[in-house]
């Protein structure tokens, strides 16, 4: 029984288009993420929602909007896709917001832009 | 500007030696590190953490070291097993802060038989 999970796990898109990531997680948890790891393998924060409140948010271009319905689910909006933009995205969960919390990653979903 | 770096791109190990993976930290208000394995069209998943108030913490086989001074901390696996053979990220992040988790960029460990 998948933990954290994320769909698509592949995306291969054009330029242009406007695409969204779908992140999921049964552990109940109240706070979700969304990781950026690029070409270099940093994995790189790029939000972060507590109880579907908005709590991080680095300096992400506003082509990205993350939405959370309920606090199991955090969706990534991303509009007017770039070649830049192709990456793996990983969605994470953890209990609460303080630094001592482990969180818990998804598989990833790998988005190539042509 | 990588606040936390993991400079040895990869390591090979033989089996049963002992592996040490290396991490460095620039930012002296991180206090709490963890370390994640990752295997391949996986997601990281959590291996060990240590706060800053100790400068070592033992899990098994997993032992990680912190040198405050020198804002260094290391993987020590051993024995090393084939299945060690993976990804590991080192991470950092400060307690009073939000929960930001900043990681290094990866060692890929290879365990030979």
């Known amino acids: 029984d998948t933990a954290v999970s994320q769909t698509p796990k592949y995306l291969v898109t054009q330029m242009g288009n406007d695409k969204s990531i779908k992140c999921e997680q049964n552990?109940?948890?109240?706070?979700m993420y969304w990781y950026k790891q690029d070409s270099k393998k940093f994995l790189k924060i790029m939000f972060s929602?507590?109880?579907?409140?908005?709590?991080i948010n680095e300096t992400v271009p506003n082509r990205f909007s993350p939405k959370s319905p309920d606090k199991a689910h955090l969706n990534l909006h991303i509009n007017s896709l770039e070649l830049g933009d192709s990456a793996v995205y990983f969605c994470?969960?953890?209990?609460?917001?303080?630094?001592?919390?482990?969180?818990?990653f998804g598989p990833g979903t790998r988005l190539l832009v042509l | 500007d990588q606040q936390v770096k993991q400079n040895s791109p990869s390591l090979s190990v033989q089996e049963g030696r002992i592996s040490i993976l290396n991490c460095d930290y620039t930012?002296?208000?991180?206090?709490?590190f963890l370390w994640y394995k990752k295997y391949p069209a996986e997601g990281p998943t959590f291996l060990i953490s240590?706060?800053?108030?100790?400068d070592k913490n033992e899990d098994g086989r997993f032992t990680v070291f912190l040198n405050k001074s020198a804002k260094h901390l290391s993987l020590h696996i051993v024995p090393s097993q084939p299945g060690d053979s993976a990804v590991y990220f080192c991470?950092?992040?400060?307690?009073?802060?939000?929960?930001?988790?900043?990681f290094g960029q990866g060692t890929r460990l290879t365990i030979n038989p």
């Open positions: 994470a969960s953890s209990p609460g917001t303080s630094g001592v919390e482990t969180q818990y």
């Open positions: 552990l109940g948890h109240d706070t």
């Open positions: 929602y507590n109880n579907k409140e908005l709590i």
């Open positions: 930012n002296s208000m991180f206090d709490y």
């Open positions: 240590i706060s800053s108030i100790k």
């Open positions: 991470a950092a992040s400060a307690v009073r802060g939000a929960q930001k988790l900043v």
